[in-house]
Nanobody, 124 residues
């Protein structure tokens, strides 16, 4: 069982920045594929970013160039740095883990564990 705890959400003005953190349990964090998703009211949970310990990272087109995913395996933590935030980035943000580290990453079923979510609100 892997437990994930997100933090760092809040209210920010358009153009501002936030950094989300997700602390994971487990002794083999370096093997986990770690992803970030978000869900706005009335919408499905959608992929934002993913990172493996190998250094491979992928992003959704909607956040490419503005968001950066990183991980600190010594701290069992993955981060999402969000810059140039827009009102349409408003959503609940979730981190997700796949302990197997498979290559599939764009849908929720590609992950086995989820955090509780943290609200990000961007005002115009």
């Amino acid at each position: 069982q892997v437990q994930l705890v997100e933090s760092g959400g809040g209210l920010v003005q358009a153009g501002g920045s936030l950094r989300l953190s997700c602390a994971a349990s487990g002794r083999t964090f370096s093997r986990y594929k770690m992803g970030w998703f978000r869900q706005a009211p009335g919408e499905e949970r959608g992929f934002i970013a993913v990172a493996w310990s190998s250094g491979n990272r992928f992003y959704a087109d909607s956040v490419k160039g503005r968001f950066t995913i990183s991980r600190d395996n010594a701290k069992n933590t993955v981060y999402l740095q969000m810059n140039s935030l827009k009102p349409e980035d408003t959503a609940v943000y979730y981190c997700a883990a796949d302990p197997v580290g498979s290559g599939r990453y764009t849908v929720a079923d590609d992950y086995d564990y989820w955090g509780q979510g943290t609200q990000v609100t961007v005002s115009s």
